[in-house]
């Protein structure tokens, strides 16, 4: 059992930005743009003067799950790093179809794929995400050594997630409706300089900042600070305070705008500010594809187990 929970972690904190639950058809109450005039370009969600706080995170979920595009795939790898400097490696393939705007039921579907180390390559996570958001997501986890397939059950919401730094909540339950919105101003973000790379990120950048409470009473976390970028309205930095109202973890996203109006993740960092660990997840620019033309009959058990990765 340890084995099959240490690899179901493994796929599962890699789909962070993906297992979430859906935002529901609430974002759909934003107006779109006109339909892109190339089939390749993406239909993106633009900020406006004197937005409301509710319609801004609406736009940064929207980032979140790539929901501009039909569908999303790519090619990353994922770190976890103690504070002893002990570091997990791997690298996976995603594959994302987004359902929201052509079904009444399925908001996306996702799978994921190891592809390296060998001794887990081919361990594969799929999962299904529902536009209600009271319905659970389904997800299935495929153990090629073992040739089965596990259907998989969410934990307590509240749990660090399999021993990461991320809680269940902020890996694969958190929605929209789940926490109340202020807009605490305008301002420019100071930047962020990654432990990960020495790298500072957004420094200057305009931004709209946000306060989001939870409205579950005694939660671990009582207000996250959210910094999105003024220019599309993806989440760039977060600070969340813990139940005591300390500062204990901080969250970077590092984006892409394409000229066709996509707008991929390539890089996220986690840090842990009590026990200074650290997690990393990276994407090469070059192996993210949008509208490609994925089925959403490639989303589903029986190509977990036929496919060779």
């Known amino acids: 059992m340890k084995i099959v929970l240490s690899l179901f972690f493994v796929c599962s904190l890699l789909m962070l930005d993906f297992l979430c639950s859906s935002t529901s058809s609430s974002d759909k109450t934003l107006p779109l743009p006109n339909p892109p005039e190339c089939p390749g370009c993406c239909e993106t969600l633009k900020p406006y003067p004197d937005i409301s706080a509710d319609d801004l995170m609406k736009i940064k979920y ?48 996702d799978m994921l794929v190891i592809l390296d180390p060998e001794n887990i390559k081919g361990v594969s996570v799929l999962s299904w995400t529902y536009l209600d958001p009271n319905k659970d997501q389904e ?107 300390r500062k204990c973890r901080v969250f970077l996203k590092e984006y892409k705008v394409w000229d066709n109006g996509c707008i991929p993740q390539i890089f996220l960092e986690l840090v842990n500010l009590i026990n200074g660990n650290i997690t990393v997840v990276s994407l090469k620019e070059e192996d993210i594809k949008f509208n490609t033309g994925l089925k959403e009959s490639f989303f589903i058990e029986k190509t977990l187990m036929q496919s060779k990765w």
């Open 139 to 245: 997800i299935w986890l495929w153990l090629p050594s073992l040739r089965k397939i596990r259907r998989i059950s969410q934990s307590e919401s509240d749990d660090s997630f399999m021993g990461s730094e991320w809680t269940t909540e902020e890996v694969s339950t958190r929605k929209w409706e789940d926490e109340t919105y202020t807009r605490l101003g305008d301002k420019k973000f100071d930047g962020y300089t990654s432990v990960f790379n020495n790298k500072t990120y957004y420094k200057n950048t305009e931004c709209y900042v946000i306060e989001a409470k939870p409205k579950r009473k005694e939660w671990y976390y009582s207000k996250r600070i959210s910094r999105l970028d003024k220019r599309f309205g993806g989440l760039i930095f977060d600070e969340v305070y813990d139940s005591a109202g």
């Open 62 to 109: 929207y980032v979140k799950y790539t929901k501009f595009a039909q569908d999303y795939s790519g090619i990353g790898t994922f770190k976890i790093i103690n504070k002893k400097v002990y570091t997990r490696t791997r690298e996976w393939r995603r594959y994302r179809i987004l359902l929201d705007k052509r079904s009444d039921v399925f908001d996306y579907k």
